[in-house]
């Protein structure tokens, strides 16, 4: 299992995540708002969401997973 990471701490404003969706790296998977910049976050691998981990509104850490992925 791998897991999709948020790039910034901040407060989620869009997740383009469901179970079951195929993802490739590079494709945005999120927004999140940080210090008042909207910075979109980019998958880092290719695969498949078994697990979404975060919601829109949420406030994430640097490096937390937003999604689990299977290859």
Do not use: F, W
Not at 39 to 66: F, K, M
């Amino acid at each position: 299992m791998k897991y999709l990471e948020s790039s910034v701490a901040g407060r989620i404003i869009s997740i383009q995540l469901q179970v079951g969706q195929s993802v490739t790296e590079g494709d945005e998977i999120a927004i999140i708002e940080s210090m008042k910049m909207e910075l979109p976050v980019e998958a880092e691998h290719s695969g498949t969401v078994i697990r979404v981990l975060a919601a829109t509104g949420d406030e994430v850490d640097e490096a937390q997973a937003l999604a689990e992925i299977e290859e």
